[in-house]
C-alpha cells in the first residue's frame, strides 16, 4: 500500500492563479479530508467527504473547492489563489466503517502564494 | 463546546528528562483518543491511541490513559531523547453523528542534547 499520497510537494503560485492539490489513497478509505497547517494555528479542516460523490465544509472552506467522484481521489481546487492561502496543505483518510478510527496522513504539500 | 485542549508550547527539555504533555477533551459519549507526532517537514502519524476509558495507549517509551473522570489522555514519556523533537497533537475521534477528528493545537518539543 501507498497510503495516502499528495502531488505537488511544493508549489509557488501568483496571486489569482488557480490550480488543484492532488490527493489519493490506496486503502479503500471512506472518509477524506484536507487541512490546513499555519504556525500557531494547528490543523484547520477545510472540507471532507463520507464518501464519493458526498462532500462537506470543514472550519475555513472559502477560497477551496473539492470534489469526489472516485473513493480513491479527493482533489483541492484552489480557484484564485491568496496570499493568505499560503500554508502547507494535509490530506488525510480513515474508514468509518467498522474499524480503527485511525485517521491517516499524506506527506503534505507546501504552498507559497506571492 | 466541541474541542481538544493541551498544553501550550514550546516545550524544552534536555535528554533523559521525564515528559508529560496535557490534554483534556469534551465528548458526550467515549469516543477513541489519539497522540500524533510530526517530525519536521513530514505529515502527521499516529503514536499511540486508546479506545475506551481505562485503556493505556503506547509506543516508543510515550503512554497515555484515557481518564473519563477528568476527560484526560495526557502524554508521558520517562526519558526523552533527541530524536523525539518534533509536534505532538492530541486528537478526540468522531461521535454524535459526526465523522470528524477534533485536533488540539498541537506542542511543539525540542529535546537537547
Known amino acids: 500500500n501507498a497510503g495516502v499520497t499528495q502531488t505537488p510537494k511544493f508549489q509557488v503560485l501568483k496571486t489569482g492563479q488557480s490550480m488543484t492539490l492532488q490527493c489519493a489513497q490506496d486503502?479503500?478509505?471512506?472518509?477524506m479530508s484536507w487541512y490546513r497547517q499555519d504556525p500557531g494555528m494547528g490543523l484547520r479542516l477545510i472540507h471532507y467527504s463520507v464518501g464519493a460523490g458526498i462532500t462537506d465544509q470543514g472550519e475555513v472552506p472559502n477560497g477551496y473547492n473539492v470534489s469526489r467522484s472516485t473513493t480513491e481521489d479527493f482533489p483541492l481546487r484552489l480557484l484564485s489563489a491568496a496570499p493568505s492561502q499560503t500554508s502547507v496543505y494535509f490530506c488525510a483518510s480513515r474508514l468509518t466503517s467498522g474499524g480503527s478510527d485511525e485517521q491517516f496522513f499524506g506527506p503534505g504539500t507546501r504552498l507559497t502564494v506571492l | 463546546g466541541d474541542s481538544v485542549t493541551q498544553m501550550e508550547g514550546p516545550v524544552t527539555l534536555s535528554e533523559e528528562a521525564f515528559l508529560t504533555i496535557n490534554c483534556t477533551y469534551t465528548a458526550t459519549g467515549y469516543p477513541s483518543l489519539f497522540w500524533y507526532v510530526q517530525y519536521p517537514g513530514e505529515g502527521l502519524q499516529l503514536l499511540l491511541k486508546a479506545t475506551k476509558a481505562d485503556d493505556k495507549g503506547s509506543n516508543k517509551g510515550f503512554e497515555a490513559t484515557y481518564r473519563k473522570e477528568t476527560t484526560s489522555f495526557h502524554l508521558e514519556k520517562g526519558s526523552v531523547q533527541v530524536s523525539d523533537s518534533a509536534v505532538y497533537f492530541c486528537a478526540r475521534g468522531p461521535q454524535g453523528g459526526s465523522e470528524k477528528l477534533v485536533f488540539g493545537k498541537g506542542t511543539k518539543l525540542t529535546v537537547n542534547p
Open positions: 486503502m479503500n478509505h471512506e472518509y
